[in-house]
């Protein structure tokens, strides 16, 4: 049964922010309250966003995005922390699932890539890359190692909306510590709930565009299917989690026990 979570501060410029401590593995600890957050990016970080976040005590914060990500919408990083870029997608020969935000705006182009199932083709393909590229492993791999340098200083990874990229980085991580899959998916699953609220503006713009707001939701939010077709891969091509952490991303058993010790407590 799903364990109590702390709770985040209502950040409205990082709709999709949350603490990752709480959640409970199979040996009886715990994932450690107030050290390992996940957001959207940072780029529209306000005065009262920026004293909340500092508030959280964050040290290093992870960028997922792309280089062009980045660049057109720069992290506010507040001052005092770091920034670290780890480029997921920088092998991809085709980001598709990146580059949707001109399609999310034009009722024509979705109707033709996103119609008859296209959304989900283009996620199930992205997710197989966050499992296989050699950009993303090395970025997750990034991700894992600069956890355990962190030590039990708290840090912050994100993408642009925080629910693929940042959601497969959560997941697998949850995974490898040893949390039970039904709270993974849950917290996969939470972002349609603290995402697709902020984002209404959006649907409300692409139905007044006399687009069908439907074609949106396999876009803006997650499906079960993704995850699932992510954890297929790492199965298919490193039998399982535990193969993918220490084959697919290079983490010996040293540093995989390590990480345990640094993220989780007692329950």
Not at 61 to 80: I, K, M, N, W
Not at 111 to 120: F, H, K, P, Q, V
Not at 202 to 216: I, K, M, N, S, T
Request: glycine share 10%; hydrophobic share 35%; net charge negative.
């Amino acid at each position: 049964m799903p364990t109590s979570q702390p709770t985040t501060p209502v950040i409205p410029t990082l709709p999709n922010l949350r603490d990752l401590g709480g959640k409970s593995t199979g040996d009886g600890r715990r994932v450690r309250p107030g050290i390992l957050f996940r957001s959207v990016d940072l780029s529209r970080l306000d005065e009262d966003g920026t004293a909340a976040v500092v508030g959280l005590g964050i040290r290093t914060v992870y960028d997922l995005r792309t280089a062009q990500e980045s660049e057109q919408r720069p992290d506010r990083v507040p001052e005092g922390m770091r920034r670290v870029e780890l480029d997921v997608l920088a092998d991809a020969s085709d980001n598709a699932a990146a580059q949707l935000g001109p399609v999310v705006e034009d009722p024509k182009q979705a109707e033709r890539i996103l119609s008859a199932g296209g959304a989900a083709r283009v996620f199930r393909d992205a997710y197989r890359d966050l499992v296989s590229l050699p950009s993303a492993r090395r970025s997750y791999r990034g991700l894992f190692r600069g956890l355990l340098d962190d030590g039990r200083e708290p840090a912050l990874f994100h993408c642009t909306t925080g629910k693929d990229r940042t959601g497969w980085g959560a997941a697998s991580l949850l995974l490898a510590l040893g949390v039970d899959e039904d709270e993974v998916r849950a917290d996969y699953l939470r972002t349609n709930d603290d995402l697709l609220p902020a984002l209404r503006p959006l649907f409300d713009r692409f139905e007044q565009a006399v687009g069908d707001p439907e074609l949106l939701e396999p876009v803006l939010g997650v499906r079960e299917e993704y995850l699932d077709t992510a954890l297929d891969e790492a199965r298919a091509r490193f039998d399982g989690i535990d193969g993918y952490v220490r084959d697919g991303l290079g983490l010996s058993d040293d540093e995989i026990d390590r990480l345990g010790e640094t993220l989780l407590e007692d329950a």
